[in-house]
């Protein structure tokens, strides 16, 4: 089935993992704009950003906000859903990682919370919660399209890169033996060069155009059971 049709006229309940500031609070604030039911997660419910506590009083029961540090176990978090209750989960939280011009300046420490943050702490994540989604419902991690391996022409930011290219690796193989088999579609998402606090003021794309388009593709997927890496205008992007 097409899926758009269907799953319109239901209720709709997104998690949104990383959701304080950034990107994550600006798919929080579209997807409520949209109609949806929104769970949010900060690291630390008692630093709940102004902005997230706004927003859940404007839309009242239609946000509701969770801890989760993503360096941690999400078993909590998945014990607290229901089965099949999700129709998306958007996996935002990221780190840049340390500074260094080479990859090998970095210390074994540097290099394990890059890789575990930005790679296998999505995977964990959404492999627990995959009981938690619905039929034709969709996962959608932050990626970049400074983790394709083929678009790579400048070679800067190596560790950043490789630890986004392990997250499209890593998802891919859970998107071809878990999500998929269990009727749920996966994106890799390429949000732009976003004005956020990773992106800096000289990006081009504002967090607004960046989470608009995002929802847009994110809501087209909604039915398709398949994995696609893909920017926030809905462009293809080569691995
Ligand atoms: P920001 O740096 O603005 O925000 C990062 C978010 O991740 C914050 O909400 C932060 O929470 C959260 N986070 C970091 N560490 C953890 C953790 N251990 N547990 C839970 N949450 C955590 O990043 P952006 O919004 O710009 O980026 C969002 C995603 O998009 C990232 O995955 C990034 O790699 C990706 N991306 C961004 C681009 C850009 O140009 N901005 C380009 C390409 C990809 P807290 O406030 O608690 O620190």
Do not use: C
């Not at 575990?116 to 039929?135: E, I, K, V």
């Not at 749920?184 to 606090?197: A, E, F, S």
């Not at 967090?207 to 926030?232: C, I, M, N, P």
Request: cysteine-free.
């Amino acid at each position: 089935m097409t899926g758009s049709a269907s799953v319109e006229h239901t209720p709709r309940r997104a998690l949104v993992v990383g959701a304080s500031r950034g990107i994550g609070l600006g798919l929080v604030q579209v997807l409520l704009a949209r109609g949806w039911q929104v769970t949010a997660t900060v690291r630390d419910s008692a630093r709940t950003p102004q902005a997230l506590s706004d927003l859940r009083e404007q839309h009242d029961n239609a946000l509701e906000i969770m801890e989760l540090d993503l360096a941690q176990s999400p078993a909590g978090l998945a014990a607290s859903l229901g089965p099949r209750a999700l129709n998306l989960l958007v996996i935002s939280a990221g780190i840049m990682g340390p500074d260094h011009q080479r990859a090998e300046q970095a210390s074994r420490d540097e290099v394990g919370e890059l890789f575990d943050l930005n790679a296998m702490a999505p995977l964990r994540l959404a492999r627990a919660l995959l009981p938690a989604m619905a039929p034709e419902s969709v996962i959608g991690f932050l990626s970049s399209r400074m983790g394709s391996v083929s678009l790579n022409d400048s070679g800067d930011r190596e560790l950043y890169r490789a630890s986004k290219a392990a997250l499209n690796s890593l998802t891919r193989g859970f998107a071809v033996n878990e999500a998929i088999p269990a009727g749920v579609g996966v994106l890799n998402l390429h949000p732009g060069w976003v004005q956020t606090d990773m992106g800096g003021d000289d990006a081009p794309v504002t967090v607004e155009q960046s989470v608009t388009g995002l929802v847009s593709v994110l809501e087209g997927a909604l039915g398709r059971v398949e994995q696609r890496f893909v920017d926030f205008e809905g462009q293809t992007l080569t691995w």
